[in-house]
Each structure stands twice: as structure tokens, then as C-alpha cells.
């Protein structure tokens, strides 16, 4: 059995053609690419994802399922006869390959349709067959893995025990949440990006930096400096799919992926708060929505991502933007600014109460000197109930009480 060790633009030009032959035959509806917007890799992207296999994409996201391809169970103990042991290697061959290559991996993804689950491996077989990714002694070989990758209950991958899904259900949803991934990852890449090329009198680079999704969108400075954003789950399935958020995170219609885009950069920003505001031992203290704290993070990632969006408006070609992406970055500021100017949370409290006034009295030098003076023990200890901390609202001068002199300021 050969692996196809090529991989590059002609592989994806055949699959995707493949993929829309195979499509049409198999339904009247049109389909797309799952990720047809994907902009082209270029050295935006450091380090880039399309060769990185499904495990390297576990390692920067902790997905549990891209590890189906990886699966390390031995097929002796599954309980396969030994006469059919063959049939299991092969579509273990065929998911590795179909994983491994982003190509595959589309036209996996495209089979989000009602379509017969016999018929998805036929097509995935014929692509896989005829690009080099795997061979047949036969004829009769092939249908062999067809109806064993088709066979509903024939999960050979040891995963989710009891479950009557056919391996053909795991390897197309698999493809699914890999496509996501990728793109989950190049948006913290560039969100990353964004700081260091936008806001360089803030930036600090975290490594490594993972993503993964969530329940709320938010973001975690680790042991040790690593970064990790969560990204909460969506269903947009193509990146220039124009959607609407929540009055929070830039309301009216905007393309997904610059949505994304804006809130990678808002969490990065977070990231970058905690960095700076740590605990002696450079332990980011845990943050309360109810203490000034919450207040003062949320507030200055609104105003790096704002001032981040407003930079990439006006020069979109430093991270690969095009007009139309500009175009929405401007729309998406204009909504995030009419909501929390109305809105009365902690993000409104520390953006328009705190880092606002500091920016327009001394720009983003005065910003990153209060910064770095900030005391974690008062942030925490001073609640956003007590009239002390109403106070400090009226009068942002008053936050300086929650500063280290500038003699002991942070490096």
C-alpha cells in the first residue's frame, strides 16, 4: 500500500474539481467548498497550517477528535477477524491521508448535505484512489473498504463506544472540526499578527499560543507564558459568510471571518493585561467580574482592539485585508462604539471611564506606563459595588490608588 507523499495547489485544484463532479452526481444542490474563502497561505501566516497534520493540529488546539487519525489502539484487540484485519489498515490509511491533507480535507467538509453515507465514501475512495493517496489490488478491494467505511456501528477507531456511526460520519465530521481549526488558528495568528504590526507599544510575544473553542469566547495566560484563546463555537461554515453577533461583539452584518478576526484581537489583548499585571511569582492572579480588575482588562482590550481596528482600516495591506475587509472592520467599530457607550458593564466602566480618558490626555505612551503600575492585589480587592469604586468613576484621576509607585514600576 503507497501513502502520497505529494501535496500542494495541483492536489488541490483535483480535489476540488473532484469534489464538485462528485457533488453533482450525487445531488441537484450546488456545493461549495467548506472554507472557500480561505485567503491564499502567504508569510502573514507564521507558521502556517496547511501541512500540519491532524495531531499537530491537536497539539495547538486540544481538539480531542483531530486525534482520530492518530489513533494509536492496535487492531489486534478490536475484535476484527483476521481475514479483515487488511480492510481496517486501509481506512486507517484513507482517514490519515484525508486528515493530513487540506484538500481531502474539503472535500470532506463539503459533504454537509443529506447525502447516502455509501455515497461519501465512494467519492472519498474514487479521489483518494485516483490522486495516489491509496492503491487496490483489486476491484473487489475497494468496494471492501467502501462498505466498510459505510457500515453503520463499524467505528474501528475505538472512539465513542456504542455509538451505531459509520467510520464514513467520523471522518466527515472530523474534516468539519479540522477545517475549523485551521481557521480558528489562523485567526489567532493574525489577531497575533495585529499587535505586533498595529500596537507595538503594547506588544508582547506569547509562545506558544493555542486555541480551542468554547462555551464564551475568552482567553487564558498559562503556566509558563503560554497563551491560550478560546473561540466560542459558531455555525458559519464559510469564512466570507456575512452574519450577525451579539450587540457586544459588533452587532450588524460583517463578513465571519472578520468578526473572528475582532475578537481574536480583543482576547490577545487580554492576554497581553494579564502579562503585565501578574502576580509577583509571574502568576496572571485570577480575575472577578465583580472587581475592578475585570473592569480595567475589559476595558483595555476594547481599546487596543478599536484602536487595532482603526489602524487596519487605514492600512487593511498589513495583514492581507482587502477593501471590503477594511470596510467591515469600520462597521463592526462603529456598532462595538454605539453599544458600550449605551451599555452600563464593566467593559463601558473600564474602556470609556478609564483607558479612554488616559488615551486622550496621553496616547498609548500613558496607556502602557499606568499599565505596567498596575497593583493586582487592589484591582482584586476593590469591588465594583462599593462606592469607593464609584468614585474612581467619577474621577478616573483617582485610579492612580491602584497603582505601584513609579518608582517600583513593572519591567
Known amino acids: 500500500m503507497r501513502i502520497f507523499q505529494k501535496a500542494g495547489a495541483v492536489l488541490l485544484a483535483a480535489c476540488l474539481l473532484h469534489a464538485s463532479v462528485a457533488s453533482a452526481a450525487m445531488s ?12 491564499p497561505p502567504t508569510d502573514i501566516f507564521v507558521p502556517r497550517f496547511e501541512n500540519h497534520s491532524a495531531y499537530q493540529l ?18 489486534s484487540p478490536l475484535g476484527v477477524p483476521a481475514d479483515r484485519q487488511w480492510l481496517i489498515a486501509k481506512t486507517r490509511e484513507a482517514i490519515t491521508t484525508a ?27 474514487s479521489h483518494l484512489a485516483s490522486s495516489g493517496a491509496i492503491s487496490f489490488a483489486t476491484p473487489q478491494e475497494q468496494e471492501a473498504v467502501i462498505a466498510e467505511l459505510s457500515r453503520p456501528g463499524t467505528d474501528h477507531l475505538n472512539m465513542f463506544h456504542g455509538s451505531r456511526l459509520s467510520v464514513m460520519d ?50 487564558e495566560l498559562l503556566p509558563g507564558g503560554a497563551g491560550r484563546i478560546l473561540l466560542e463555537p459558531d455555525n458559519a461554515t464559510y469564512q466570507n459568510e456575512r452574519t450577525e453577533g451579539s450587540p457586544l461583539f459588533t452587532g450588524p452584518q460583517i463578513q465571519h471571518r472578520i468578526r473572528r478576526l475582532i475578537m481574536g484581537v480583543h482576547e490577545y489583548a487580554h492576554l497581553l493585561f494579564d502579562q503585565a499585571v501578574r502576580d509577583e511569582d509571574g502568576t496572571p492572579p485570577p480575575a472577578s ?18 484602536l487595532a481596528d482603526d489602524r487596519a482600516a487605514a492600512h487593511p495591506d498589513k495583514l492581507g485585508l482587502s477593501a471590503k475587509d477594511a470596510k467591515d472592520l469600520e462597521i463592526g467599530m462603529a456598532s462595538r ?17 478609564f483607558w479612554l480618558p488616559i488615551y486622550e490626555k496621553s496616547g498609548t505612551r500613558g496607556m502602557a506606563d499606568f499599565l505596567h503600575r498596575l497593583y493586582p492585589e487592589k484591582l482584586l480587592g ?19 490608588a491602584l497603582t505601584l509607585s513609579s518608582s517600583r514600576r513593572r519591567p
Open 337 to 353: 462604539t454605539r453599544y458600550l457607550k449605551l451599555a452600563k458593564n464593566h467593559y463601558t466602566e473600564g474602556w470609556l471611564n
Open 170 to 219: 467520523r471522518l466527515t465530521d472530523c474534516a468539519k472540526i479540522a477545517a475549523r481549526t485551521r481557521f480558528n488558528l489562523e485567526t489567532v495568528e493574525r489577531a497575533k499578527l495585529a499587535h505586533r504590526l498595529l500596537l507595538p507599544e503594547f506588544f508582547h510575544d506569547i509562545q506558544p499560543l493555542r486555541t480551542k473553542e468554547y462555551g464564551q469566547t475568552a482567553a
Open 289 to 306: 467580574l465583580g472587581t475592578a480588575y475585570a473592569s480595567l482588562s475589559e476595558g483595555f482590550a476594547v481599546m487596543l482592539e478599536l
Open 99 to 125: 486528515l493530513n491533507d487540506r484538500a481531502s480535507e474539503n472535500l470532506l467538509a463539503s459533504f454537509a448535505w443529506d447525502r447516502l453515507v455509501e455515497n461519501q465514501a465512494r467519492a472519498l475512495i
Open 58 to 75: 491537536f497539539a495547538r488546539t486540544e481538539e480531542p477528535s483531530l486525534l482520530l487519525s492518530a489513533n494509536p489502539v492496535p487492531i
Open 382 to 400: 476593590l469591588s465594583r459595588a462599593s462606592p469607593q469604586y464609584d468614585d474612581l468613576l467619577r474621577d478616573p484621576r483617582r485610579f492612580q
Open 28 to 39: 441537484a444542490k450546488p456545493v461549495k467548498a467548506f472554507v472557500p474563502a480561505l485567503i
